[in-house]
């Protein structure tokens, strides 16, 4: 688990809770350069655990963004998502949802492409909803580091994917809605607004490097 430390105790302010939020988020981001850094030498192939996926929820939520509960705890209550027909798992169920999520990356780490792995474990994240908050964050940079693994080496590029879904949150969530509806009485997957939603955001990232190409100074 990641070396978290905790505020005094006191309630944050609004103000106090959204600085921290970026603190936080900024914080994830180097650690998942880290981690990309790591597994993209070929002598350390990459092995999902969710030890990585606590971690850098632990991350998100570090400084007392929590109501109730440590970082990095499942979450030990029901929960319901606003505006979503989907209902997440019993919390009961979290831990083994979360095992078969890295089974599924592992198993199919060479059998499908980078775009589909990064859509689906940014959607099946959510769709467990394994922790009390921070959900998004963490399937958001889970995905981007699936992404820049797959790939080999780290994306260059500004703004970044993760940026990308935070200035274009209605494309993300209608993603995740889409996805969830698919397999709602008993359907099959299908990632594909996901998919075309990083494709285009992957496009975005990387046409800045052209662009910077092309600028004096």
């Not at 009961?92 to 979360?98: A, D, F, K, S």
């Not at 994306?155 to 994917?161: A, M, Q, T, Y």
Request: proline share 7%; hydrophobic share 35%.
């Amino acid at each position: 688990m990641a070396d978290v430390g905790h505020n005094s105790g006191q309630p944050l302010s609004d103000e106090q809770k959204a600085k921290l939020e970026v603190e936080n988020g900024l914080q994830q981001f180097d650690r998942a350069l880290q981690v990309i850094e790591e597994y993209i030498d070929p002598e350390r192939p990459f092995n999902l655990r969710p030890y990585l996926i606590r971690e850098l929820q632990a991350i998100a939520v570090d400084g007392g963004l929590l109501d109730a509960g440590n970082p990095g705890d499942w979450r030990t209550t029901s929960v319901e998502i606003t505006k979503s027909k989907h209902s997440p798992p019993p919390p009961h169920t979290v831990e083994m949802h979360v095992v078969e999520l890295c089974e599924y990356i592992n198993n199919n780490l060479h059998e499908r492409t980078p775009l589909h792995l990064a859509s689906y474990i940014m959607w099946r994240l959510n769709w467990i909803h394994p922790f009390p908050d921070g959900n998004g964050r963490t399937s958001r940079i889970l995905s981007y580091i699936l992404l820049n693994v797959k790939l080999g080496y780290i994306l260059p590029g500004n703004p970044s994917i993760p940026q990308q879904i935070v200035e274009r949150r209605s494309l993300y969530l209608d993603a995740l809605e889409a996805a969830d509806t698919s397999i709602l009485d008993g359907g099959e997957l299908n990632l594909s607004q996901m998919e075309k939603m990083l494709r285009a955001m992957l496009a975005n990232q990387l046409v800045s490097v052209v662009d910077s190409a092309d600028r004096a100074g």
